[in-house]
């Protein structure tokens, strides 16, 4: 094919140079043969640049990470400053003190309940640590025989063997089911599967009782639980009653089993407190973070945990000791990025400062909440979402292209998760970027179901 005949002038040969080169995540590459990929030069704010000068409105914080936009001055600062002492060391052996800061910062974020980091650079490799520590765990409690691991129906907790053996998309596990071995999949507590009469609070304890009927069978052989807290991101942003977390924990303890909360995508202020689980009153074995940690600069993440855990790897035997490594674990530069982006949190009060910001979008997006086509209309902190009402399957079927591709018309970033709209945007939003985000929104919305 002929990679640059669909490109705006301008545009062509950086286009043609990535086709030829550069294989997209989550995309099937022909479909670039119609939607042309867009060449960023450079974002500011809340905003991305292409090579022509248009910009588009970040409204998912490009896949949920820059949570204080691009280019922000205060973060390349710290960024700065770390490049003239140091880049990168081994955290094996050696340690820094980037990486011991904000160790003891997020530590302190959960009153020293989860006081130990691990470190990775992506989000899956997250999921794979806390799978690992927990099965590791239990074998050094002499509990061998708990290999296995629940997740929720609908969960998404990333791409790598281990992640997805806990994930529950049929896309992935069609394609690579046989390579995985398979985790025992129980009810989501998605409020929209609410039946007549029942309350929110009223399906988190339904999906949790079934979780405890599974616990009275396997108990003994279960490891773990994974979640999202609050919100099930990649499944539509399914969200549900904080009174599941507290279910759950109560049976993990009740049944020996560990809870991780995969705050991937959740954590950082996202559902509206710091950490999702406070919403529960509730701190898990194990907290998974990535994303926003590094406010969208660089690959960062980690897995905190107790100290009991710790303490059952503590030991003379190499053994028994937590066999897993990588060669970026800790990196300096990504870790001054996290402790500018803490810093961010304290210094202009962000969590209350949302409070107010998803208040005016709220009331921003209620007309698009009352459209007739437009069905759960959701929130949860800063992330909002609603389900297109499509009658027709082939219309259903190509919704989130049509939307994405006439969404970057309107100057917005958009990407519908199948027929599920959601907004994740940064969180120094003004007035006339949440008014126009709102409005241009039902513009795509009306144009797209029209169509």
């Known amino acids: 094919m002929d990679a640059t005949k669909h490109s705006p002038s301008g545009q062509d040969d950086l286009v043609a140079r990535s086709l030829r080169s550069v294989w997209h995540p989550c995309t099937q590459m022909q479909h670039h043969e119609t939607v042309p990929l867009i060449p960023v030069t450079h974002g500011k704010g809340a905003w991305l640049y292409d090579t022509d000068g248009k910009r588009y409105l970040d409204a998912i914080s490009s896949w949920w990470v820059n949570m204080f936009g691009h280019a922000n001055p205060r973060i390349n600062a710290a960024l700065k400053d770390q490049l003239d002492k140091l880049e990168h060391a081994m955290l094996a052996g050696f340690t820094h003190e980037p990486v011991v800061q904000l160790s003891e910062q997020l530590a302190a974020r959960t009153n020293h309940q ?23 765990a239990w074998r050094n409690h002499g509990k061998s025989d708990k290999q296995e691991f629940v997740c929720l129906k609908g969960s998404y907790h990333g791409e790598t063997v281990g992640a997805l053996a806990v994930t529950d998309v049929s896309l992935f596990r069609e394609a690579y089911g046989p390579m995985l071995q398979r985790a025992h999949v129980i009810a989501s507590p998605d409020a929209r599967l609410a039946q007549d009469g029942e309350s929110t609070a009223d399906v988190a304890r339904r999906a949790a009782a079934e979780f405890e009927s599974l616990l009275q069978q396997r108990a003994g052989k279960i490891a773990a639980i994974i979640v999202e807290p609050l919100v099930q991101c990649a499944t539509g942003m399914a969200m549900y009653d904080p009174v599941y977390l507290k279910e759950v924990r109560a049976l993990c303890d009740r049944y020996q089993v560990h809870m991780i909360a995969d705050e991937i995508a959740v954590g950082c202020g996202r559902t509206g407190t710091f950490f999702a689980c406070e919403q529960a009153a509730i701190w898990p074995d194990f907290l998974c973070l990535s994303k926003g940690i590094s406010g969208g600069y660089l690959p960062l993440s980690l897995v905190m945990t ?6 059952a790897f503590y030991d003379a035997d190499v053994t028994r000791g937590f066999l897993h490594s990588h060669s970026y674990t800790g990196n300096p530069l990504a870790c001054r990025a996290a402790l500018a982006t803490l810093a961010i949190f304290d210094e202009d009060n962000v969590i209350e400062a949302n409070r107010v910001r998803a208040a005016r979008m709220s009331a921003a997006l ?44 309107q100057e917005l970033l958009l990407r519908p998760i199948g027929r599920t709209v959601y907004l994740m945007p940064p969180y120094i939003l003004n007035d006339e970027e949440i008014a126009g985000l709102a409005s241009r929104t039902q513009t795509v919305f009306d144009q797209v179901i029209r169509a």
């Open 306 to 311: 107790r100290d009991d855990i710790y303490q």
């Open 366 to 409: 209620a007309p698009l909440a009352a459209h007739p086509q437009v069905a759960h209309f959701r929130q949860r902190g800063m992330i909002w979402a609603f389900d297109a009402v499509i009658d027709d399957a082939e219309a259903a079927a190509t919704f989130s292209r049509r939307f994405f591709s006439q969404a970057l018309q």
């Open 114 to 136: 989860l006081g130990h980091c691990f470190y990775a650079s992506d989000g899956a490799s997250a999921v794979e640590i806390a799978l690992k520590m927990s099965f590791h």
